[in-house]
């Protein structure tokens, strides 16, 4: 890039994120390594009325976040409305179409449109970053676009919605159950008043397909992605689980296999001693597998104003440092989509929880039934916590086809002791 004093920068989206941005760059207008002046030449949002965290008074306002990424009068331009469509989209394509770099923080925006984005980028000489669109302020995008490469990652997975994890963390530590939780993380500002990208795990899962891209070079597949959110997640299972050593979380994964590459978001019984059972609150927290270098851990903010805007500034300060590397792992389009493996057709093992009438020979039954499926049984739970509808049958399997056990379950389902539909969970590999 060529030397530009100052750097002139479009902000688009003054919410959470935006307002933490302004902050840093008015705090810091030189945090750049370069030591390069930054200048705020253009802001945009819905209302331009609406109270804000700082003074916009002074800067050059636009109606219309497709006029600011096209205004000459900045440099570069900084995404953060969100969506994977609408306003979103256009302004990026405009910026990039004009040879301006952008940053943005925008999962949907990436794991949907991607390919399509880094082959403009490509085409046009303009950088696409989005360091702040996974782990918000934890480094998980540079890690791999950067840091890896001289690796051959097999896997990734981690935790990757806050949401969730606080969620989660909440119902165990208070014993209260998901909608109670839900409903006081939506009063204290954690959970969107519409939960459902968050709860039904599609954050999760447009963030892991970032994050498989850049491991494998692949184009972010969204559509590939098998998703299950935290909502049928029961106080009595995440009891349950703590007696056998385990903590339920959402896991999201990436996993590259001889026969293609798996990208799961479910949640999953984690080892207590297992540091993603140690990552609890709002926190994210990945693994990375590479062949030759081990496994690798990160832990920290995936969200918040101060963490997603320093994100968001260390893209800025890359830009202006010169930055320029495909924005997957390959030139865009040679990138092909994933290879989707199916996971029900994947081996593991599971944790499956019966509500049964207290009477003889029902433990018979279902041992009988995963028998004769060729599933065996690791172990029975031998006391299990009372419940109300009747009583627990807990057990864990042995490594089997998942959509083997699936069909195991399903026939305890008819079983005439049992009262409410089984509960099969997965038991993460990690
Ligand atoms: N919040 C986080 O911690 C976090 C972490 C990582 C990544 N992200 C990503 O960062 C992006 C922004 O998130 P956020 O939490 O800051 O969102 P937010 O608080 O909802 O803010 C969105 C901003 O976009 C503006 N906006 C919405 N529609 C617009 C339009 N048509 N034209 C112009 N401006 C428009 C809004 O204007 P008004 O203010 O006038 O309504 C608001 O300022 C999203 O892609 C999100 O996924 C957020």
Redesign the pocket.
């Known amino acids: 890039m060529a030397k530009k004093d100052p750097w002139r920068i479009g902000v688009?989206?003054?919410?959470?994120?935006?307002?933490?941005l302004l902050n840093l760059l008015s705090e810091r207008p030189r945090f750049a390594p370069t030591g390069d002046q930054l200048s705020v030449t253009g802001v945009?949002?819905?209302?331009?009325s609406?109270p804000?965290p700082f003074d916009i008074s002074n800067l050059p306002w636009f109606?219309?976040?497709v006029a600011l990424a096209a205004s000459t009068d900045n440099d570069l331009f900084v995404?953060?409305?969100?969506?994977s469509d609408?306003?979103?989209k256009v302004a990026v394509e405009t910026a990039l179409k004009a040879g301006k770099p952008v940053v943005?923080?925008?999962?949907?925006?990436i794991a949907e449109h991607g390919q399509e984005l880094a082959a403009l980028a490509e085409q046009h000489g303009a950088p696409l970053l989005f360091e702040?669109?996974v782990m918000?302020g934890t480094p998980a995008v540079k890690m791999l676009r950067e840091a890896m490469v001289g690796d051959e990652v097999e896997a990734v997975a981690g935790i990757l919605n806050g949401t969730c994890n606080y969620i989660l963390t909440e119902m165990e530590a208070s014993g209260r159950d998901f909608a109670e939780v839900l409903a006081e993380a939506q009063r204290l500002g954690y959970a969107e008043a519409d939960p459902t990208m968050d709860v039904g795990g599609f954050?999760a899962a447009h963030k892991i397909t970032i994050l498989a891209a850049l491991a494998f070079g692949c184009a972010p597949t969204y559509a590939a992605a098998e998703v299950d959110g935290i909502d049928q997640v029961e106080l009595l299972d995440i009891r349950l689980a703590k007696q056998l050593e385990y903590r339920i979380k959402l896991v999201a994964s990436a996993v590259k296999s001889a026969s293609g590459v798996s990208v799961t978001v479910h949640p999953a019984l984690v080892p207590l001693d297992h540091p993603l059972a140690g990552a609890g609150g709002p926190l994210n927290a990945l693994f990375i597998h590479g062949r030759k270098i081990g496994r690798i851990f990160i832990q920290g903010p995936?969200?918040?104003?101060g963490?997603?805007a320093a994100?968001v500034a260390a893209d800025i300060a890359d830009v202006i440092a010169g930055a320029s590397r495909p924005v997957f792992q390959a030139p865009a389009k040679s990138l092909k989509p994933f290879a989707p493996v199916v996971a029900r057709r994947q081996v593991g093992r599971a944790y499956v929880r019966l509500l049964v009438k207290d009477q003889p020979g029902v433990i018979a039954a279902v041992s009988e039934t995963l028998a004769e499926a060729g599933v065996s049984i690791d172990s029975f739970l031998q006391k299990p916590v009372e419940n109300a509808g009747g009583v627990p049958i807990v057990l864990t399997t042995h490594d089997a086809r998942e959509d083997v056990i699936g069909e195991a379950v399903r026939r305890m389902a008819l079983l005439p002791a049992v009262t409410q539909p089984p509960r099969m969970i997965r038991i993460a590999r990690i």
């Open positions: 688009a989206g003054l919410g959470t994120v935006g307002a933490g945009s949002a819905r209302s331009r609406r804000r109606d219309d976040p995404e953060l409305i969100g969506g609408g306003p979103a943005t923080a925008n999962k949907a925006l702040a669109a918000g954050d995936g969200a918040g104003a963490p997603t994100a």
